[in-house]
């Protein structure tokens, strides 16, 4: 229950806030003055020597009827005060109109920045940015968040440029609540500072296609924007979808961390299908068909480094886990090369450390060791994959 209140309270604050810092203040004391004074006029001319009335009467029988409510005791006879009060009517009406409308663009300009991306996003960290749209996107984002217990809704930031309407339905589905959106084209750096990709940690990177674009455009603002995100952060994992085979390679040559070539699984998972009776469905359990069994990759310690694969399968083998295989050289470029640099650097044979650093420039990255023998030895830097429950 505190819980609740404290959230309610800070809303509150969080709106107040809001208005006080908007340029309508000014505009809103401004109002509020000048109707005070007109009352105090109103007063002096009609009720304050004739009458008798009090200033604070006057003020309350002014309010009161413009919100409707009638005081038959205070009303004006004097042509002048007449006119004074009608005038002072109207300025009512127009400022209690301002002072609302003022107060709900203040709102509506805050949903709408919220939504669009114009809140500030810099204390963000480690967070995963998706950028481009799929009819299905609330489905894989569900299904990022439940394959990575360490991600939360509120550490996804989506960037795209589709309607309005589609990502109004999706920014305000209760599944998906707390995740936050930058409004905009995913290839500017601009748009992609404003959801601080700095200090992220990972990014999808798909095409959108709103203006029916050829499948090798549509790639090329793919291709674009993982440039940029590159250029922006040196530690984050970049992974991208492309469509055709040219910008599949050009990715791979800038050393992309992940490139989805959609055409090739497709192809792939066709024709072991046509090969093999039961194969769709065996490549479906594979990836995850529901059961929460799927093919993982954890990350080995340093206490694995050296030690065969033999080890590794007995080691989870008795923890219910199958392991397939070994992946080589694993995490971003940049990290993998400073690790493999300094501990070049440690040998104190020079012809060895220039082997080495030739070594770092033809290594290949997230190389996959299938059914290893059992003597085969694990390096630095290794993952384990498994098939495995998810947890």
Known sequence: MKREEETLRDRIRKRISLIWHKRHLAAIIGIITFYILCCLLYWYVEFEKARGAG?????????????GQDF???????????????????????????????????????????????????SLKNHVIICGW????????????????????????????????????????????????VRGDYSEEQILMRANVKTASRALVMGENQENLEPELEDARVFAAVLMIRGMNGRIHVCAEVNTKKYKNYLETQKC????????????????????????????SL?????????????????????????????????????????????????????LLAEAQ????????????KEVRTIERNAPVLNPPDDYVVGKNAGVIVLAEEV
């Open 55 to 67: 200033f604070l009467d006057v003020l309350l029988w002014n309010t009161a009827t413009l919100f």
């Open 346 to 357: 440690k040998s104190t044979n020079y012809g060895e450390i220039v082997h080495k650093i």
């Open 72 to 122: 038959a005791d205070h009303y004006p006879v004097s042509v002048a005060g007449r006119l004074l009060g009608l005038v002072l009517l109207l300025i009512s009406m127009f400022g209690v109109s301002a002072i609302t409308g003022y107060i709900s663009s203040a709102l509506i300009e805050h949903r709408m920045n919220s939504m669009r991306g114009t809140k500030k996003l810099q």
């Open 287 to 339: 990836f995850d068909n529901g059961d929460g069994v799927s093919v993982q990759i954890f990350e080995l310690g340093e206490e694995w480094h050296n030690k065969t694969f033999g080890e590794i399968f007995q080691y989870y083998k008795k923890q219910n886990v199958m392991t397939i295989g070994i992946l080589e050289n694993m995490g971003a470029e940049r990290t993998l090369k400073r690790s």
């Open 257 to 284: 961390d992940e490139v989805i070539y959609s055409e090739e699984y497709t192809r792939y998972i066709l024709s072991t299908a046509t090969s093999y009776n039961g194969m769709a469905k065996v490549l479906s």
């Open 134 to 181: 799929k009819d299905d996107l609330k489905a894989l984002i569900l299904d990022i968040v439940r394959k990575n217990r360490a991600i939360d809704f509120h550490d996804i930031v989506l960037i795209n440029n589709v309607e309005e309407s589609k990502m109004e339905l999706l920014l305000e589905d209760e599944e998906l609540k707390g995740i936050r959106y």
